[in-house]
């Protein structure tokens, strides 16, 4: 047990483990403890479903059920809302991790402006990593953010903060292959798939790489990226109502010191 490490992914929804399936796969091909975390949950029609969609996913590439923790069921913090939730999810995640004495990593969102849980989740990950002392080993993970192009608003799988270490890693075209057949797997959310499909498609086909970056802890310091975000575009919610929440989440955390 002594090259044991513990591996710890926090998504804000479920299925967005799709983004690094190579990189659990991995990590449950080692001798690691893995530790899963969703941050919120979905209507409660669907959420069973959404939860037994990843549940099932996750399974296929070696992770034991008794490794994945319904945050957002326990806190009943619905989709959308997860900046309003940031002190209980990080107070509730270590309180699952307990006192282990291992090598560790975290893996978080990037803080890039697609969805507002997404930038919520980054903030979750980095605060933890810095109350664990774990920043130097804690890397983020893009998935999508508003894109540039008059035609297509979105941009998948691309990192806003190039200079900072980005581990590329490529994924055997055989796994590519089963990662593509795993996006058929959450037939709850197909209006959301439907979209992101054939870019999923072209990242494997083109790219192939697992993309991951070291985290960059001052990043939330400022907006993700000039104009509007994607989730300000689509007027899902608001920038300005996150940094309030981040704000009075740094005031509480000085007020007990």
Known sequence: ???TK??????????DESALYFEIEEAAKKNSIIKIFYLTRDSFKKNSIRNSESENVLKKIGVERDSIFF??????????SLAFYLSECIFNIKKKIGNYKLPTKIYVHAWEGGHQDHDAAHFVGLMLATELNLLASTYQFPIYRRSDSRFIYFKLFDLLDKKNQVLLRKIPV???IKYMYFLFH???QWRTWLGLLPFY?????IN?????????????????HNGLLLYEFRDFFKYSTLKKEIKLYEYKKLSVL
Do not use: C
Request: hydrophobic share 35%.
């Open 186 to 188: 959450y037939p709850s």
């Open 71 to 80: 945050i957002g069921d326990e806190l009943e913090i619905q989709d959308g």
């Open 174 to 176: 055989l796994k590519r």
């Open 1 to 3: 047990m002594s090259n």
């Open 208 to 224: 192939g790489n697992q993309i991951i970056q070291k985290i960059n802890p001052m990043s939330y310091k400022k907006k993700p």
């Open 201 to 205: 498609f072209l990242h494997y086909v």
């Open 6 to 15: 513990l591996y710890i992914f926090i998504f804000a929804h479920q299925d």
